[in-house]
């Protein structure tokens, strides 16, 4: 009887652990899904154009603020500004705050140089994205039409889909904390 | 009842003339010169401390202004098809000039850079963002491009595309072939991604 408890126990552990490991990247809060969720390796998604537009469109259930940065492994300033994004991303992601990332990079880069970046910076907990479409043009119209396509670059949307923020350069992450400030307490 | 017909017919007029201006050369820059307005004269030196004036880079036929970096990858991928555009173009009229406006950089570091990647066209140090700034260019690569009398007809990328495999839109060469041909430019300002140039003034 004891040794079925134990092994009915012990595979219940088994059970949460892996069901803690699957449930990551959900709003899972727990410690031991958090400490699990970071060594969990990234994943970046490839969107088109269409798959872009439909990230900035804030209809239905993505009706709340949406925070954009685009970047590339190859941009100096990108890679030096994301550990203030990360951090950013950790105080407001509970209070409503979606915080997305938007490489740039070539296609060929999505399953190593990519995440391997973003692992490194423990930039985890963000959703991850590399655009590609063949006309960069195209995806800079999409975003903001007086965006030069300079990186890195910063946008910020209230849930209504308006644009009340945008920085193309390494971001001050006191300037951007002040505008997610702004927008949360407006909502 | 008329008054309200009149009314009508200039609202639509007017819409369809804002229409149209849309669609003659695609999208408008936001910021520093713009697509028809001329350059006005300037001074500066290139990297080898030698001065130059728009007078003495200007080609017969048209000159095209090129930002760019010496650590930016996407800048160092157009190396090879800035060069080339110069050899192609010189002879029959348009002048190549690169223009380095980081202020992170140096005219050493720029100089020794170009000497590195073969770049022979002349290279001018925008020290504290002048001519950047008078412009409105914010990345590099981006490119200007005037026509004989300094009208920009031209600004943005070179190409579509970071990676040669993938070009399919070759615009500032497209650009300058229209100007030799004396046709109006297609697209006059088209963009791409780029590293942002880093201002002396922190922007």
Known sequence: MRIIATILLATCALASLISAQATSSSQNTQQNAQAVSAQASVTVHEVDLIGLKKLLSREGEHAHPLAVNFWGTFCDPCREEMPDLVRINSEYKARGLEFILVSVDDPSDIKKKVPQFLQQVGAVEMPAYLVNASDPETIINAVDRTWNGGLPATFLYDAQGHLVFKHTGRVNPAELRQAINKLMSAE | ?203
């Open chain 2, 1 to 203: 009842m008329k008054k309200q017909l009149a009314f009508a017919l200039i609202l639509v007029l007017s819409l369809m003339v804002g229409a149209l201006a849309q669609g003659a050369g695609g999208d408008a820059p936001t910021s520093g010169l713009a697509i028809g307005s001329s350059l006005s004269d300037f001074e500066l030196s290139d990297v080898s401390g030698q001065k130059h004036t728009l007078a003495s880079l200007k080609g017969q036929k048209g000159t095209a202004f090129i930002f760019i970096s010496v650590q930016c990858p996407v800048s160092n991928a157009y190396n090879e098809r800035m060069e080339r555009l110069y050899q192609d173009y010189r002879a029959r009229g348009i002048n190549v000039v690169g223009i380095n406006a980081n202020a992170t950089e140096t005219a050493d570091q720029a100089k020794q850079h170009a000497a590195e990647h073969h770049l022979t066209f002349t290279i001018l140090k925008d020290t504290n963002n002048k001519i950047a700034d008078m412009l409105g260019a914010t990345n590099t690569p981006e490119a200007f491009l005037f026509d004989a009398n300094n009208k920009l007809v031209y600004r943005g990328r070179i190409d579509n595309s970071r990676n040669t495999e993938a070009i399919s839109s070759n615009d500032l060469r497209d650009a300058m072939d229209a100007l030799l041909a004396g046709r109006a430019v297609a697209r006059s300002y088209v963009r791409a991604f780029g590293c942002t140039i880093k201002r002396s003034s922190g922007q």
